[in-house]
């Protein structure tokens, strides 16, 4: 392990110093690469994916997991799109000079090595390899031990381009050691690792975190909210409530508490249930909400808990004050939504909500890196600092400043 973490650190020196046109030459090269070995990835998957059948994974996880042609397509054309963004690597963000004479600039640099754990969805393995490629630096994966084939061959086909264009394999590889104590180790070293980014269970994150000595960006669980205001137009919450539930239910942008005003809640819940009953979810409610609608009992656990499954919680709430300290209460920092007409009322919420994505009139399940137009995103980070939300190119950088003389000395 140490030896391999050595040969990473030796490979980012040579990552961070490549130039634009050859690294977007080579992500063109992974793209095609990917289609052209379609079949190979999808052979891989299905032995997930037998896996994931075998032990049971739900219907949420395995959607996760498969790879078929298009989302393998999809995957390609992610790098692509990633490979046509603007450079993040040596762009002065500022420069000025000083009494002394000195020229000082501020410029973006790589990060360095950047090790990222991750869960369930192969195709964070090509995304993340090319976003940490693309911003000059090398990435270490340890996926989930229910995607390894996926991941492996997935890892091997963007590795093999690396190795025809006369650079280490190292700058994108996978943990030789998956095991725990593979990670435990990862996550400590942090003489040979810069940065560990942790996506997936709640769990997986607070190991890392209590853990690591590595510095850490969270990418912690999407309990995510929508609220239903007294003054929302009823089209748009029924359209906009059905796709953050009901989309996809196992990513991380997927609502899990419905929020509805106390003074539309007789008149908008029946309709919701009707349409959530078509999707056959399962909804669970307060004992105000269950006076309306014949659902099952929510209590507090359901309201903390990030079900990535088609089940919902609804609460029926006061005002937009109690809409905003139900979610400052339960919410894991990630997305939530308001849905009204009336803007005091929505930026009080979008003020009032400490979220990484709040959202007028939209669905939470627009939080993801190829929709913000980054391509795609390491994950979504529910981290203050240094990076929030979907972590595309630029927040896999950091800066250092460039200082130009001409033989000051300091008095």
Request: charged content about 25%; overall charge negative; hydrophobic content about 40%.
């Amino acid at each position: 392990m140490e030896i391999f973490l050595q040969k990473a650190k030796e490979a980012s020196a040579i990552c961070a110093t490549l130039e634009p046109s050859i690294k977007n030459s080579l992500l063109l090269q992974m793209a095609e690469a990917l289609k052209a070995n379609s079949a190979r990835i999808e052979k891989e998957n299905k032995k997930d994916m037998d896996y994931a059948k075998e032990n049971d994974l739900s219907a949420a996880l395995q959607d996760r997991l498969l790879l078929d042609e298009k989302r393998i397509s999809a995957m390609a054309d992610s790098i692509v799109q990633i490979a046509g963004l603007k450079e993040p690597v040596n762009r002065v963000l500022e420069g000025w000079k000083v009494d002394s004479g000195l020229n000082i600039q501020k410029v973006t640099v790589p990060i360095g090595v950047i090790g990222i754990i991750y869960e369930s969805r192969p195709n964070v393995t090509s995304d993340t390899a090319a976003l940490c490629f693309k911003s000059s630096n090398v990435c270490v994966l340890k996926g989930g031990k229910e995607a390894q084939n996926s991941n492996e061959i997935i890892a091997s086909i963007l590795q093999d381009v690396l190795v025809a264009n006369d650079l280490p394999k190292e700058m994108i590889s996978l943990l030789p050691d998956s095991s725990r104590e593979g990670v435990n180790y990862l996550i400590k070293q942090d003489r040979y690792v810069d940065l560990i980014i942790p996506r997936g269970g709640e769990g997986l994150i607070r190991h890392v975190s209590e853990n690591a000595t590595v510095p850490v960006v969270k990418h912690d669980k999407g309990l995510c909210h929508t609220y239903i205001d007294e003054d929302a137009d009823f089209d748009k919450a029924l359209k906009v409530s059905i796709n953050a539930k009901c989309r996809r239910v196992g990513i991380c942008g997927a609502m899990e508490t419905l929020l509805v005003h106390k003074r539309v809640a007789s008149e908008i819940l029946p309709i919701l249930k009707d349409e959530f009953d078509k999707h056959d979810t399962k909804l669970r409610g307060c004992a105000k909400s269950r006076a309306v609608i014949d659902i099952d009992l929510a209590d507090e656990k359901d309201f903390e808990t990030e079900y990535l499954d088609n089940i919902l919680s609804i609460k029926i709430v006061g005002n937009v004050s109690e809409a905003v300290a139900h979610v400052t209460k339960y919410g894991s920092g990630h997305s939530d939504a308001i849905i009204t007409e009336n803007y005091s009322v929505a930026e009080q919420f979008l003020n009032g909500v400490d979220s990484a994505c709040v959202y007028l009139n939209a669905s939470t399940q627009f939080t993801d890196g190829g929709e913000f137009g980054f391509g795609a995103e390491v994950g979504i980070s529910t981290n203050k600092l240094h990076a929030r939300g979907p972590m595309g190119i630029n927040d896999l950088t950091t800066y250092k400043y460039k200082v130009y003389g001409n033989g000051q000395t300091r008095a």
